[in-house]
């Protein structure tokens, strides 16, 4: 029987898994990080921040992307976001407060933040994309850490969705 956390983590993860028909699935090479932020700890950590990063170039980008598409993508992703923190709250998480970003993230929220027009739709796509990219390693690794069975559900269904959104930002640069 499936206890109440894990199923209530199932149907949270249901939104936020994604067919990635077309898409590359195999998961990039894990980026070289300390032993000590590889442990499940350090990897929740890691994704609230990456999250946190994702959801506020998304927010800048919902109301200054010129591109019409770029914007709906950052309507989605900010939604995804809030419910892919409401998901690590279900596996049983501590998520009461958004994580202070690094400093390099801070520094590019800043500069999307003093650009406009087509400088920021590029600045924005590069941003969401590395994002993705480091937000895809993170929970690859969070996978692989045999940690709890509820962080192994999350990050399999969070890394096809990033591998989906990797494929539309593709789209969306070309």
């Given at each position: 029987?499936?206890?109440?956390?894990?199923?209530?983590?199932l149907?949270?993860g249901?939104t936020?898994a994604?067919?990635?028909?077309g898409?590359d699935?195999?998961?990039?090479?894990?980026?070289a990080?300390?032993?000590?932020s590889?442990?499940?700890?350090?990897?929740?950590?890691?994704?609230?921040?990456g999250?946190a990063?994702?959801m506020?170039?998304?927010?800048l980008?919902?109301?200054?992307?010129?591109?019409?598409?770029?914007?709906?993508?950052?309507?989605?992703?900010?939604?995804?976001?809030r419910?892919?923190?409401?998901a690590?709250?279900?596996?049983?998480?501590?998520?009461?407060?958004?994580?202070?970003?690094?400093?390099?993230k801070?520094?590019?929220?800043?500069?999307?933040s003093?650009?406009?027009?087509?400088?920021?739709?590029?600045?924005?796509?590069?941003?969401?994309?590395?994002?993705?990219?480091e937000?895809?390693?993170?929970?690859?690794?969070?996978?692989?850490a045999?940690?709890?069975?509820?962080?192994?559900v999350?990050?399999l269904?969070?890394?096809?969705r990033?591998?989906e959104?990797l494929?539309?930002?593709q789209?969306?640069?070309?």
């Amino acid at each position: 029987m499936i206890e109440r956390r894990m199923a209530a983590l199932l149907l949270a993860g249901a939104t936020l898994a994604g067919c990635s028909a077309g898409a590359d699935t195999t998961p990039p090479p894990l980026a070289a990080t300390p032993a000590g932020s590889r442990a499940p700890m350090g990897l929740h950590l890691a994704a609230l921040q990456g999250g946190a990063f994702l959801m506020q170039t998304a927010q800048l980008g919902v109301g200054r992307a010129r591109s019409p598409e770029l914007r709906r993508f950052c309507e989605f992703e900010a939604s995804e976001q809030r419910g892919l923190v409401q998901a690590m709250g279900l596996a049983g998480h501590a998520v009461t407060a958004p994580p202070a970003l690094p400093p390099a993230k801070m520094a590019m929220v800043q500069g999307l933040s003093d650009s406009r027009g087509a400088a920021f739709d590029r600045m924005l796509l590069a941003a969401q994309q590395r994002g993705h990219s480091e937000a895809l390693e993170t929970f690859a690794a969070l996978r692989e850490a045999g940690g709890t069975p509820a962080d192994g559900v999350l990050a399999l269904l969070a890394e096809d969705r990033i591998r989906e959104h990797l494929a539309m930002l593709q789209m969306l640069r070309a």
